[in-house]
């Protein structure tokens, strides 16, 4: 099966110095070199493999990322309603084992969080708990360690999300949600800390302002994500060696900005990029609301539940222009663009100085998670509800 991105681009763009505006737009996906025209190369994904059932060792629920060993012999299929990661052969799919089960004890998880690589070695960070695990890729449990983290400047909690490289790890500071919803937190540091503990050195701020909205339901209050939100989104590297930060709270101005941060603090670039914004399509808003209403409706009425969503859900006039991104192997930078109500979601491919180097289209259902080489890993879920792991290879 291949997907092709059929459009070109052509525009100017501009560093975080300097704005420009884009001479030409084709369509949402926006410039990048400053006072030039670069030329975009456009792939195609072709699904060569796809892995889940109904049931046996292949059955998947859902899959909350997807990790390659060193070789890349091996994918690592994340799996927290199970609290376990399965891996199969990244070459044949065939499943190989389950690493985990559900529990408190060494090798177990409560709370399955991230994956990493760090050297020769698979590690999982539950923040909840406050650990990491450590495993060999042969799934040998190898250690759990706390993970003690000071408050930030001896206010904010701070917890672990990756290990770099090399004795150090990052951090972000935590809110919670009735503080969000209430305003009294609108920005989280990023912070890289020693391993052993520490206060560490903030290297970015995270924007998390209106992501939660607050509402009286009945006689209680009900705490949500606000919906299509244009708050920051970040993605670290598999290994540790970086963080990639997307700001696009100028989405009225049609413009949003890309730092990459490496594990030394150090920014390696800073782009931004003009687009053309995209009103949020009808359908979607309806969706939406109607959700919504179904939630807020229970015990007191349609109308009332309709009230309580003019009032308190927040749908923005366009889309924001980033939906996810992830960190390839080899250091790109992969960011989705607009998606919601679009069978097909196109993304661009920053190398590792910021250039965009290709367009990709994709079928919007599938989440793409992971990359190397010539090889793209997502997961979806297929109309009779399976979910799947596909593997795709770039042409």
Request: glycine share 10%; charged share 20%.
């Amino acid at each position: 099966m291949r997907y092709n991105a059929r459009y070109r681009e052509r525009s100017y763009c501009s560093r975080l110095s300097g704005w420009t505006r884009p001479v030409i737009v084709a369509c949402s996906l926006c410039p990048t070199a400053v006072g030039a025209i670069q030329q975009q190369a456009n792939w195609s994904l072709i699904k060569e493999l796809e892995i889940g059932s109904l049931e046996g060792n292949t059955a998947l629920s859902l899959v909350s990322g997807i990790l390659l060993d060193e070789e890349g012999s091996r994918i690592f299929v994340g799996q927290p309603q199970d609290a376990s990661i399965k891996v199969f052969n990244a070459r044949t799919g065939m499943f190989e084992r389950s690493i985990g089960r559900r529990g408190s004890g060494p090798g177990e998880f409560q709370f399955l969080g991230r994956m990493g690589r760090k050297q020769d070695t698979l590690y999982v960070i539950e923040q909840r708990l406050r650990r990491v695990s450590l495993f060999t890729f042969n799934g040998e449990h190898v250690r759990t360690q706390q993970i003690t983290m000071p408050p930030f400047q001896g206010r904010m909690p701070t917890a672990a999300v990756a290990l770099t490289p090399g004795n150090e790890l990052w951090a972000e500071g935590q809110a919670t949600s009735d503080k969000i919803a209430n305003r009294e937190v609108a920005k989280v540091p990023i912070i890289l800390a020693h391993g052993g503990g520490g206060p560490g050195r903030q290297v970015a701020e995270l924007v998390i302002g209106g992501t939660v909205g607050v509402a009286a339901v009945g006689a209680g209050l009900s705490v949500f994500r606000q919906p299509l939100n244009s708050a920051d989104v970040r993605a670290y590297a598999p290994d540790g060696s970086a963080v990639v930060l997307v700001t696009q709270a100028n989405v009225k101005a049609g413009r949003f900005s890309v730092v990459r941060i490496d594990d030394e603090g150090r920014t390696v670039f800073a782009r931004s990029f003009n687009y053309q914004p995209a009103g949020v399509p009808s359908a979607v808003r309806d969706s939406i609301e109607n959700m919504f209403v179904g939630g807020f409706s229970s015990g007191q009425g349609t109308r009332a539940g309709r009230e309580v969503v003019r009032r308190h859900v927040l749908i923005p006039e366009n889309l924001p222009p980033v939906s996810s991104l992830f960190l390839s192997d080899d250091g790109d930078l992969w960011i989705q663009r607009e998606k919601a109500g679009r069978t097909i979601a196109r993304w661009m491919v920053l190398d590792t100085a910021g250039n965009w180097k290709a367009t990709v289209s994709a079928p919007a259902e599938v989440s793409l998670l992971a990359a190397r080489g010539r090889t793209v890993w997502g997961a979806t879920v297929s109309p009779q509800g399976v979910p799947l792991v596909h593997r795709y290879r770039i042409q």
